[in-house]
């Protein structure tokens, strides 16, 4: 939902449809809402996303924790987040039938435009479907008014058949996301001031057989390969971040630190 207060105007509502926003699919999508819009209650980010290869305007820490999540799912094909419900007629109508007043500018009148945290697209039965999810925290829900709005926002995607549903930090595997969010940025293999990449996918190998074989913990055996090859330290740590984003190495994201493929559990609780 949108947050915070700002000026708004029919001239900036004109604005973002001119600029693209809330339209687009994969690296062409541009959020409704951007980070340098206005300030949020949390900490903002900008991480590059795995699937749409572009940045991501996520305005909360627990935004920020159920991205890394939907990034890591093998099911999730395109995550478009800040997505805005732009069919006004049909939110108007269902916040009458309410007995809502629906949210405007004081200033100039003109209505808000909200939107969702983020719109999923999904394989499913064959098939991509979209789907809603709205983050919330518990502590806010018991607010009138947030509550009038997620049941706004519920209706109006019952209304155009899209599936939506409301995340609270309790629902986010955190250790999760916490764990993609360590290997995030190590997806893209990239060549360093010693190895090219043909070199590191090579170092890569040497680094999969040597865990396989040792009982040592993680730091101590990428610590070892790092000496032994003559390379610069964190070398082999870093192709550890790799080979679990792209999940030539298999653990448990859920059950341990900085480990890699989890059930599928807890993210189905989630998506579906």
């Known amino acids: 939902m949108a947050r915070g207060?700002?000026?708004?105007?029919?001239?900036?509502?004109?604005?973002?449809?001119?600029?693209?926003r809330g339209q687009g699919s994969g690296k062409d999508y541009q959020p409704w809402i951007k980070i340098q819009d206005f300030p949020s209650k949390g900490r903002v980010s900008r991480p590059p996303g795995w699937k749409t290869n572009r940045e991501h305007h996520l305005l909360s820490d627990n935004e920020r924790r159920l991205f890394y999540v939907f990034e890591w799912s093998d099911v999730v094909v395109d995550i478009r987040e800040q997505f805005p419900l732009l069919d006004l007629d049909l939110l108007m109508s269902i916040a009458d039938d309410m007995a809502m007043k629906y949210p405007r500018d004081a200033k100039s009148d003109t209505p808000y435009i909200l939107s969702s945290d983020f719109m999923l697209f999904v394989k499913q039965d064959g098939k991509i479907v979209q789907k809603a999810r709205t983050v919330k925290m518990l502590k806010d829900l018991g607010s009138e008014s947030v509550a009038q709005k997620l049941e706004l926002e519920k209706r109006y995607y019952a209304a155009k058949g899209i599936?939506?549903?409301?995340?609270?930090?309790?629902?986010?595997?955190?250790?999760?996301?916490?764990?993609?969010?360590?290997?995030?940025?190590?997806?893209?293999?990239?060549?360093?001031?010693?190895?090219?990449?043909?070199?590191?996918?090579?170092?890569?190998?040497?680094?999969?057989?040597?865990?396989?074989?040792?009982?040592?913990?993680?730091?101590?055996?990428?610590?070892?390969?790092?000496?032994?090859?003559?390379?610069e330290p964190g070398t082999s740590l870093y192709l550890f971040r790799h080979l679990i984003a792209r999940k030539e190495i298999i653990m448990d994201m859920l059950a341990t630190k900085t480990s890699s493929c989890p059930s599928s559990r807890e993210i189905k609780k989630i998506i579906f």
């Open 163 to 231: 599936d939506w549903g409301l995340v609270t930090e309790k629902e986010i595997p955190r250790l999760l996301a916490e764990n993609v969010e360590w290997v995030h940025s190590a997806y893209k293999l990239e060549a360093t001031t010693e190895m090219d990449i043909k070199e590191l996918r090579y170092l890569g190998n040497i680094l999969k057989s040597r865990l396989q074989e040792s009982d040592a913990t993680i730091n101590r055996v990428t610590t070892a390969l790092d000496k032994d090859m003559n390379i």
């Open 5 to 20: 207060k700002r000026d708004w105007t029919q001239a900036k509502f004109e604005r973002y449809i001119k600029e693209g």
